[in-house]
């Protein structure tokens, strides 16, 4: 059939064309059918909705990621995916061959799958595992689609921290401590999903941090490093929609996370890679042997893919620094290359450093870098070259202006600080939308607190949000306090 | 956030709300996050979706689901469903207690549920299983949702085949069998989602389909049956919900189809209930042991919800009746009830009226019901109570003008027919919504053809469709001819 293109004004990322109903009927096509679009040079596919009015009989609405399709095309439905067919195959429990992963990860490039689809992907995945085969084969499908980037030294060094603690914003003083020793350090970084900031969003308070791959490099060629937002390169576009699928779930199945991270750091064209896994109460990762397990498979598919990667287990149960939040984690971040800051934050970020030095086979101090102040000179170059102030110190960071401090109510000894807790809170507050929003927690789990010390304190830019925050405090207990004589927790 | 309400014509059956970027940016509302909108005295859920230009700041886009909200209304984000915890245990393979399984149901009732996750669930379900129990709890909470309907009679009998072989439109001639003697027999049919015809498109071409369930009971009363089609009353409605998520995935495991079935058969208000299991290549079930299996499950949560059900067990590996397509079928079925047409059709339609009148205790002879025209003079009575016209015959049902008969290239035996192949068929010829398009199928197992006979015939209404069905014919093999020599296949 042939169709007038008109462009429709819908933020999605799938290619949906919407039907005049008596068009759709003729064509026999029907709601969440695929048709095959052909124009001048191009094929392409949508996923159909129906229309009585939004648009005429005659023409077809196309959504943003087919606007650049004009004039007439030709209109046919067309069949499903063959990977569909192996998504079941999947859910069978049936191991899939290398060809058929490459077609999941084809078809997921090009949107060809539903959200019913990509969710059984995801789910018949979580339910059923990949095996360390299917995981190298994922990896190394993941990372042939989408923008490469690659680098004239031999040795590119990178982190990753597979997440789920709350602050943990080591990355910005391990790249400075990195480019100061002389390595080639191309980081980037992503966005708060689900979490209170992203490491992009704690550096975009200090600089921009979208830029295009040849900005990145001659960023890079100027400063030996960057701390930019990977998504504004596609780098490993496939893992973008994997993970949009899998947040509403919960869910982040092991050979997932692998390819995910893998397939990131080989478009990015690291090959010397620190992989940090927290573990612990409410982290991804429970269990030591769940942590040693998860190491082993990320080297093993890591060595298929021709990049060194060692593996830093970590623990996960506490926050790491003291600010959640954009700005709160920035000022933690800046405090630390300055010399202060918080202990937990500085430690972990100097062990990171010394395992991605000694990996890369470099003989450097981090501890001296950083006290020597040259890891905070470097930062500064990189906040230059990233278009920030250098001039900006720690004390310059100011979170919101409406505050609320927690405090206990008892004697005792702080038993627990719940990361999932604090992050719910955070956001509750504001961020990371709002910058200045968030909280800052002033107890670490083994602390001494006596009745009417401040446990935590939260910070919104808007009073409404506060308020939220503050009335979901009270109903959880994101730093839990055991008096001495405590035996029942409550009555009720 | 207070937005004005304002209607998009998208046809979609979730909530689906529109906000410019610039109020989903202030709410913090990303694409797929949920909202909650409070109006009037009304409180509903909406999934959201970003636009630039489609709706303005400050007022707010709702969709069909959505369309009767009016005015000012008071937009906050809302956390994400219960439920969806409940499907990410399912995918961790541990069992969902009974008020679990109510709260999944309730939120697929209330489309909180994105398809994302309802395809996670329907995979957790597929890939996990359920439990006798979790199955008995899941049917119970389908079966609260929704219409229901409610009989005088204390016997109300009804028959339901889980479906996968061609033709096998038995269900009018049952109904007209059982209601001539004597029996209540309200039946609710579907149309076709993936086959060529469902039953309520077969008794489209006779007769009106769609009733509320007022002229549902009038039409009953008058006639003591009905043939009408029951997505025209929301019957169970979490479960078209479900079946929508499974058709793209291909799968409709055990414990989903008998909460299907059994939760329908309950909101119809059956009684006597008869299930057709068809076991073979290419149906359903493959097995024999399978359908034995699946039959002694069916009848235990039958009876955990009061309903006396009893299984057939049938061959599914052949098509039953010739004719496959709404007009072909329709013939077929007027055919029996007139004392001809095909013998597959009449026999199995027989066999299940006799099991369904003697599971109801009632004494009586399907095969003299049908000798003596009294099932056809029934036929006819609720063709008149559904405004159709009682005077047709068979003869006055013509397939398509464009045909096309494929014939065998050897002589031999026909090995086998395949019920998937010939749907695939029926469909590209423009079946269900070309009600005159399908085919006929000449041979059945087991006969013995001589080169130039005829193996089926295609018809279609549009020349196009015939080529394209045509064409598909010659790469399918939808009935297998093999001669005495023939021990390879073929050569290439």
């Known amino acids: 059939m042939q169709l007038k293109a008109t462009t429709i004004d819908i933020g999605t990322s799938r290619p949906i064309?919407?039907?005049?109903?008596?068009?759709?009927?003729?064509?026999?096509?029907?709601?969440?059918?695929?048709?095959?679009?052909?124009?001048?040079?191009?094929?392409?596919?949508?996923?159909?909705?129906?229309?009585?009015?939004?648009?005429?009989?005659?023409?077809?609405?196309?959504?943003?990621?087919?606007h650049r399709i004009r004039g007439?095309?030709?209109?046919?439905?067309?069949?499903?995916?063959?990977?569909?067919?192996?998504?079941?195959?999947?859910?069978?429990?049936?191991?899939?061959?290398?060809?058929?992963?490459?077609?999941?990860?084809?078809?997921?490039?090009?949107?060809?799958?539903?959200?019913?689809e990509l969710g059984a992907f995801v789910s018949a995945v979580y339910a059923n595992g990949l095996s360390i085969e299917e995981t190298e084969n994922l990896t190394q499908s993941m990372s042939n689609v989408g923008e490469t980037l690659r680098w004239e030294p031999p040795v590119v060094p990178d982190k990753h921290s597979i997440g789920g603690v709350a602050g943990n914003c080591v990355t910005p003083i391990?790249?400075?401590?990195?480019?100061?020793?002389?390595?080639?350090?191309?980081?980037?970084?992503?966005?708060?999903?689900?979490?209170?900031?992203?490491?992009?969003?704690?550096?975009?308070?200090?600089?921009?941090?979208?830029?295009?791959?040849?900005?990145?490099?001659?960023?890079?060629?100027?400063?030996?490093?960057?701390?930019?937002?990977?998504?504004?390169?596609a780098l490993s576009p496939?893992?973008?929609?994997?993970?949009?699928?899998?947040?509403?779930?919960?869910?982040?199945?092991?050979?997932?996370?692998?390819?995910?991270?893998?397939?990131?750091?080989?478009?990015?064209?690291?090959?010397?890679?620190?992989?940090?896994?927290?573990?612990?109460?409410?982290?991804?990762?429970?269990?030591?042997?769940?942590?040693?397990?998860?190491?082993?498979?990320?080297?093993?598919?890591?060595?298929?893919?021709?990049?060194?990667?060692t593996c830093a287990i970590t623990h996960g149960s506490d926050p790491i620094g003291r600010g959640i939040g954009p700005v709160l984690e920035a000022r933690d971040v800046l405090a630390v290359l300055e010399g202060n800051g918080p202990e937990s934050l500085r430690l972990k970020s100097i062990?990171?450093?010394?395992?991605?030095?000694?990996?890369?086979?470099?003989?450097a101090s981090p501890t001296d870098i950083l006290d020597s102040g040259g890891?905070?000179?470097?930062?500064?170059?990189?906040?230059?070259?990233?278009?920030?102030?250098?001039?900006?110190?720690?004390?310059?960071?100011v979170p919101g202006d409406e505050s609320m401090t927690r405090r206990s109510d008892r004697d005792g000894i702080v038993t627990g600080v719940d990361n999932r807790q604090l992050c719910e809170l955070a956001r509750r507050a504001g961020a990371p939308l709002d910058s200045r929003a968030g909280l800052v927690v002033h107890q670490s789990a083994g602390d001494r607190v006596v009745e009417g010390d401040s446990l935590y304190t939260l910070y919104a830019e808007q009073p409404a949000k506060?308020?939220?925050?503050?009335?979901?405090?009270?109903?959880?207990?994101?730093?839990?306090?055991?008096?001495?004589?405590?035996?029942?927790?409550?009555?009720?």
């Open 375 to 397: 890891a905070l000179n470097r930062f500064r170059r990189i906040l230059v070259a990233q278009n920030g102030d250098p001039e900006i110190s720690a004390d310059d960071l």
């Open 174 to 233: 391990i790249v400075a401590i990195i480019a100061e020793a002389g390595l080639t350090i191309p980081k980037t970084s992503s966005r708060a999903v689900t979490s209170p900031a992203g490491t992009a969003d704690v550096m975009e308070v200090f600089c921009e941090v979208e830029f295009t791959t040849d900005e990145i490099k001659s960023i890079v060629t100027e400063t030996n490093g960057c701390l930019v937002w990977g998504g504004g390169v």
């Open 17 to 66: 064309v919407l039907l005049n109903v008596d068009d759709a009927d003729e064509l026999g096509a029907h709601p969440l059918d695929r048709v095959r679009i052909d124009h001048a040079q191009e094929t392409t596919t949508g996923i159909v909705k129906r229309t009585e009015r939004l648009v005429e009989q005659g023409t077809i609405g196309l959504t943003e990621p087919l």
């Open 238 to 309: 496939v893992d973008d929609e994997i993970i949009r699928a899998e947040n509403p779930l919960s869910i982040d199945p092991a050979g997932l996370l692998i390819a995910s991270v893998l397939s990131k750091k080989r478009s990015v064209g690291s090959t010397h890679v620190v992989i940090d896994i927290p573990y612990g109460e409410g982290a991804k990762v429970q269990s030591l042997v769940g942590a040693r397990e998860l190491a082993d498979n990320i080297k093993r598919v890591g060595s298929h893919l021709d990049m060194d990667v």
């Open 351 to 363: 062990r990171l450093a010394e395992m991605l030095l000694d990996h890369c086979g470099v003989d």
């Open 72 to 116: 007439t095309v030709t209109v046919t439905v067309a069949g499903r995916p063959h990977s569909v067919e192996y998504v079941r195959k999947k859910l069978d429990d049936i191991e899939l061959a290398a060809n058929e992963l490459e077609t999941i990860v084809h078809d997921i490039h090009e949107k060809r799958l539903s959200d019913i």
């Open 466 to 492: 506060l308020v939220e925050a503050e009335s979901l405090g009270e109903r959880l207990e994101p730093v839990r306090v055991r008096g001495k004589a405590d035996a029942l927790v409550e009555r009720r």
